[in-house]
């Protein structure tokens, strides 16, 4: 009787199975073959390449898997035979210009990929022989039936790789003409002997979002890091508007709206719905577009004001709610009012046509997130509703709110009315 050390051991000539060896066995067991004249091994072969990448694989595996597919005939997948191969592993060697032992880890690896299934007789051998039909008699080898089996699994594979390859190419573009603006930004301000004192913060952290982009393998993770490269970019184009409105006019002040005129026209009709005069905008409403450049002043408050007796408060899910296209550059799932203003002054300016000078005019004359609560309403309207454009519009309410004439918060009651009927109260809470 032999010893449990003895009998635990592997017989020469046999390789160990994994799990994952025998369940692509299984799989190419249950392989019938294809009908009479309908095998098209080269088209599996195809599909397999394209998929190859996404299944980690190297391009020495598809140069062995398209050899092996080679030695094979069409009859060898049809009903009744099974397309196997029976090359030597010295010719394998030969042919791929590895080493024997590399091309042993490379059938290996296919095997447990599930890419072919090895079939060894008793002493552990590939042969095979053909009968005078020219098909298979007896063969033991490499069992490529699988190839057949997954052919819709690897077209599959290669589809989603091609979709998330042009994702990749769309989000890096984004990423180099982010990363342009803010450098752009910076040579700009540097000629206006403009930066901000945030501006070293805004370049740093850009720069290491461009750093983290390339890191990235996954959309998922590469379009985070574009939403934050482009709130960079968007604060840089901020500080250029705050600084060119203070260069024209050198009385405007972050406590006093400017009287600039901006270069859209526009037409007087073009106003808020239900506008009244409401008195002078308070210092307290009219927020600088880079805080950072301002001198010591109180603390903003969370919630913008909406009126001059500051009579209804909105949340931001609900001007989100009100306003769906703003909803579209907000990726934050608890948004704050600084991300609204970051998405309204970065891709929803660029979306209506506003000018950055003239968003620097609405930062300057309602405070930042006023600025982005006029320019949400503004893309609620219908293109039919104006006379000159979304940013003549906006101008509009630009030039009222310098006049103290701004009332947003009838249009906001007027969004409410048509968005949820009457009005509960306990919403605006």
Known sequence: MSSPQTSSRRSSGYRRITAAMLAARDRADSFAGLPHGTAKPLRFLAAFERARPCLGLSAAAY????WLVSLTRPQDWEEGSRPVAWPSARREAQHLGLSITQVKALNRRLYEAGIFVIRDNAQGQRSGQRGPDGRIAVAFGFDLSPLAQRYDEFVHLAAEAMIEDRHMKALRRRVTLAYKAVQ???????????LPDEWQRIETEAAHLVRTARRAERSEDLAFVVTGLERRKAEAEQAIALVETVKTDPSVSQYRP???????????TDTVAAQEPSGPVPPSAALP?????APERPPVPTKPTIGAKQEIRLKPAQLLDLAPRLLRYVSDATPTWTTIADAAGGSLRHELGVSPSLWGEACVAMG???AALALAIVSTKAPGHFTRGAGGYFAGMVRKAARGELRLDRSIWALRQAKWGKVDMRRTQ
């Open 184 to 194: 752009q930004a910076a040579e700009r301000l540097a000629a206006l002997d403009g």
């Open 368 to 370: 930042r997130e006023q």
């Open 289 to 293: 577009c880079s805080p950072a450049s």
């Open 258 to 268: 400017p009287n600039t005129a901006t270069n859209l026209a526009y037409d007087p």
């Open 63 to 66: 140069t062995l898997v398209s």
